[in-house]
């Protein structure tokens, strides 16, 4: 974890084009999430002709996940992860406080693809988060129940998602 602090860009709003890499990496990730009820994760990299990557992936269990140590020089714009499968028992359909806490500790971005096929967008400086694309945008988990944790909104402040997770700061 070091290196990424050391390697990371300062947070700033995500660009259309590293919107559209990780819609894509996204899209075809959060199946096999699903379907092996695992996190996987990993970095966005943004490399010296504005062209996105990822990192290796990363597998995690079913409500963690670590990415793979970052190699010297990188450009880490974001980190991206999945909350696996459905579970009556774990809020999976909003970024955790972890997630958001962690990338602000990063100094990056975050994103994250839900079982109900939401994708978040997490502003590493401020901690606030909004649903880059609603229910179903990415392949959604066959057994998710809808609302099951209570209604999504549409976005999130980290005191907002402390008071949903019943938690105090």
């Given at each position: 974890m070091a290196l990424s602090l050391l390697s990371a860009t300062p947070a700033s709003a995500q660009s259309g084009q590293e919107a559209a890499f990780v819609l894509a990496l996204m899209e075809s990730v959060n199946t096999l999430s699903v379907r092996f009820n695992r996190e996987v994760c990993g970095y966005i990299l943004r490399h010296s002709n504005g062209a996105y990557s990822s990192t290796k992936v990363s597998w995690g269990a079913h409500a963690t996940c670590a990415s793979l140590p970052l190699q010297d020089g990188v450009d880490v714009v974001s980190s991206w992860h999945t909350h696996a499968a459905y579970a009556a028992d774990y809020d999976g359909e909003v970024?955790?406080?972890?997630?958001?806490?962690?990338?602000?500790?990063?100094?990056?971005?975050?994103?994250?693809?839900?079982?109900?096929?939401?994708?978040?967008?997490?502003?590493?400086?401020?901690?606030?988060?909004?649903?880059?694309?609603?229910?179903?945008?990415?392949?959604?988990?066959?057994?998710?129940?809808?609302?099951?944790?209570?209604?999504?909104?549409?976005?999130?402040t980290l005191d907002a998602l402390y008071a949903r997770f019943d938690r105090a700061p």
């Open positions: 970024p955790s406080i972890q997630d958001v806490e962690g990338d602000m500790a990063l100094g990056v971005n975050g994103w994250v693809g839900t079982p109900g096929g939401r994708l978040w967008f997490i502003d590493g400086a401020t901690g606030t988060m909004r649903q880059f694309c609603g229910r179903g945008c990415l392949p959604e988990d066959p057994d998710f129940m809808p609302e099951d944790h209570g209604m999504v909104a549409e976005s999130y």
